[in-house]
């Protein structure tokens, strides 16, 4: 059956970085588009990022330049590499396959001092 793990989440002071990986299973990795997302206390999840099957990337204005979604189709991986924390960027963040039903546990990222 098809699993998202995700791990990786944390606290962390703001300016700093954390890398989230989400271990995909139950299907090829490689032909599918990925996603992550986030949802933070009181809002509405939101995609984040997400990397088509030839490494086209696409992502949210907030989080451009800062954010990076790579993926590693031999280790069945997809990775969310965040920089520049900020405070806003505290939230529940999920790995997705594509656009489709199947989602992560979640993984807690909370940026404070």
């Known amino acids: 059956q098809v699993q998202l793990v995700e791990s990786g989440g944390g606290l962390v002071q703001p300016g700093g970085s954390l890398k989230l990986s989400c271990a995909a299973s139950g299907f090829a990795l490689s032909t599918y588009v990925m996603s992550w997302y986030r949802q933070a206390p009181g809002k509405e999840r939101e995609l984040v990022a997400e990397?088509?099957?030839?490494?086209?990337?696409n992502y949210a204005d907030s989080v451009k330049g800062r954010f990076t979604i790579s993926r590693d189709n031999a280790k069945s991986t997809v990775y969310l590499e965040m920089t520049s924390l900020k405070p806003e960027d505290t939230a529940v963040y999920y790995c997705r396959r594509g656009r489709d039903r199947y989602w992560g546990q979640g993984t807690q990222v909370t940026v404070s001092s």
């Open positions: 990397i088509n099957n030839i490494g086209g990337r």
